[in-house]
């Protein structure tokens, strides 16, 4: 099983924040998401997509090696991004990180959320590391490690989320309901080293604010 860590386009990534991940077994780039890898001089394993964001200066450096590239038609059904998870989910993952995929076109936002919470990945740890947030995949049980004062929030993805506890927070939540259309998980804050999170029934995405704290 694998750690592997999925590049993707978006607003851009520092190299130190990227540094911190430590290492990955496989390294995948969906369409520009090669574009952040570089900038931190990350070898991207697997290229996939349909090419058309990526710049020239990462495609060449791309050619320039090993990787293999996973060429599709604009023409297709699926996001890049869709198409990168499928790749990662082949390779019997043990976690998957994708970094990058924040900012940019509200659609493509969205769409990112959508794809990064997808039940194909529901037996996956998955993390979400963007320049100032880092999000979390709940789905039963986590526990995340924080800073006192952090700021984050918990939001219900696809459907809304039933018997939800929150422990460790300004907050705490006790057999709770997020509504997909309520905003109760929204703005609360991290009381110590880490937070404790349990989801009875459906998905949360735990997104903590680094900068804000």
């Avoid at 100032?132 to 939001?155: D, H, N, Q």
Wanted: hydrophobic share 45%; glycine share 12%.
């Amino acid at each position: 099983m694998a750690v592997i860590h999925v590049f993707v386009g978006g607003d851009p990534v520092s190299p130190e924040r990227i540094d911190g991940l430590g290492s990955a077994d496989l390294v995948i780039a969906a369409d520009s998401g090669a574009d952040i890898a570089a900038g931190a001089a990350v070898t991207v394993d697997i290229l996939v997509g349909d090419l058309d964001s990526i710049s020239r200066r990462a495609l060449d450096r791309i050619f320039d090696g090993e990787t293999v590239i996973e060429a599709h038609s604009p023409d297709k059904d699926a996001t890049d991004l869709e198409l990168a998870l499928e790749v990662a989910l082949r390779s019997d993952p043990s976690a998957i990180v994708f970094v990058g995929g924040g900012g940019g076109r509200l659609d493509h936002l969205l769409g990112n959320v959508g794809v990064i919470g997808s039940p194909a990945a529901r037996h996956v740890p998955v993390n979400w590391v963007m320049e100032r947030e880092t999000a979390y995949v709940v789905r039963g049980g986590r526990t995340i490690p924080t800073s006192p004062g952090e700021l984050f929030s918990l939001i219900p993805i696809g459907k809304d989320a039933h018997g939800v506890h929150l422990e460790h927070a300004r907050w705490p939540l006790h057999d709770a309901s997020l509504r997909v259309h309520g905003s109760v998980g929204i703005s609360n804050i991290a009381l110590g080293q880490e937070v404790e999170i349990e989801v009875g029934e459906g998905t949360v995405l735990a997104i903590f604010n680094h900068l804000a704290s």
